[in-house]
């Protein structure tokens, strides 16, 4: 079974730094594109960044300068680096990843999410 575990948000005051990361463990063959969202309360999910397999990262307007992603491919690991946090950048972070792994029998490629963790900028 695939799963995705992030760590590292909590509470910073505006100005602050954050980096989150995000593992994934499972009998994992291969994984392709990852990426950050978030969801702000009463907001919908957002892509925050994105690191396509083999292809340049791309971030949303609000973050460009601010956060950095990256991954470890050795240790199957995603990374946001947050920096000069505003307190609109408050929210649940989720990791998400396509992934070829094993399911049973089957060799699949699917889409996962991790459970989400808290951000909180104050001002």
């Known amino acids: 079974q695939v799963q995705l575990v992030e760590s590292g948000g909590g509470l910073v005051q505006a100005g602050g730094s954050l980096r989150l990361s995000c593992a994934a463990s499972g009998r994992i063959f291969n994984i392709f594109a990852m990426g950050w969202y978030r969801q702000a309360p009463g907001k919908q999910r957002e892509l925050v960044a994105a690191?396509?397999?083999?292809?340049?990262?791309n971030y949303t307007d609000s973050v460009k300068g601010r956060f950095t992603i990256s991954r470890d491919n050795a240790k199957n690991t995603l990374f946001l680096q947050m920096n000069s946090l505003k307190p609109e950048d408050t929210a649940v972070y989720y990791c998400n990843a396509r992934i070829r792994a094993s399911q049973g029998m089957r060799i699949i490629i699917d889409d996962y999410w991790g459970q989400g963790t808290q951000v909180t900028v104050s001002s």
């Open positions: 690191l396509p397999s083999g292809g340049s990262t």
